[in-house]
Each structure stands twice: as C-alpha cells, then as structure tokens.
C-alpha cells in the first residue's frame, strides 16, 4: 500500500499547474492513493508474450467519399445574412491589408 502525503499531493498539483485549496487536500491524498495502489496492482500483472494494444475493442474508421449535394435551403439561409454578395455572406474585414 503506497503512503501519500498531504506534501505529496500539493507537489502533484502543483506540476498540474492546480490551485487546490487546503481543504482539498485532505480529500485528495487517499484518492490519491487508491489511484497508486491500483497502479502498482496493474505493474504486478505479467504481460510478458502479450501484444501491445490500445483499446480493449478494435475500432474501423468509417469514411465516405467527399462530394458536392445540392442543399435546398441555401436561399433561405442566404436571405437571413445581414449581409449578402451574391451567393456568400458578407462580413466584416478581420484582418488588415
């Protein structure tokens, strides 16, 4: 069983750039410490022949082919623009010439 600190616990926060209160504190090191005595379980496990995954289920990229449709409300979204020219909205200027 791992022995986490209060001291522990600010130092942790601290490289994770958090503002923890005090009072928090107290909360967080035997979180903390359940956190490593899971991880020194998972270290105990031998995986020794076992190929090296990362994700318990195999995940396929579902692509299609990019392609121009027709979308039937572009008048109406073009007729909502505060500004219009031609087929495209008209915005401010963002950026200087």
């Given at each position: 069983m791992s022995h986490i600190s209060a001291d522990d616990v600010r130092k942790v926060a601290q490289l994770a750039r958090l503002d923890l209160p005090d009072d928090s504190?107290?909360?967080?090191?035997p979180q903390l410490e359940r956190i490593l005595d899971f991880v020194a379980q998972l270290e105990a496990i031998d995986t020794e022949g076992l190929p090296p995954t990362t994700r318990a289920v195999e995940v396929v990229?579902?692509?299609?082919?990019d392609g121009v449709e027709p979308t039937p409300v572009r008048e109406e979204l073009l007729n909502q623009?505060?500004?219009?020219e031609g087929d495209f909205f008209?915005?401010?200027?963002?950026?200087n010439n």
């Amino acid at each position: 069983m791992s022995h986490i600190s209060a001291d522990d616990v600010r130092k942790v926060a601290q490289l994770a750039r958090l503002d923890l209160p005090d009072d928090s504190i107290a909360t967080f090191t035997p979180q903390l410490e359940r956190i490593l005595d899971f991880v020194a379980q998972l270290e105990a496990i031998d995986t020794e022949g076992l190929p090296p995954t990362t994700r318990a289920v195999e995940v396929v990229n579902v692509t299609r082919e990019d392609g121009v449709e027709p979308t039937p409300v572009r008048e109406e979204l073009l007729n909502q623009a505060p500004q219009r020219e031609g087929d495209f909205f008209r915005v401010p200027r963002i950026l200087n010439n």
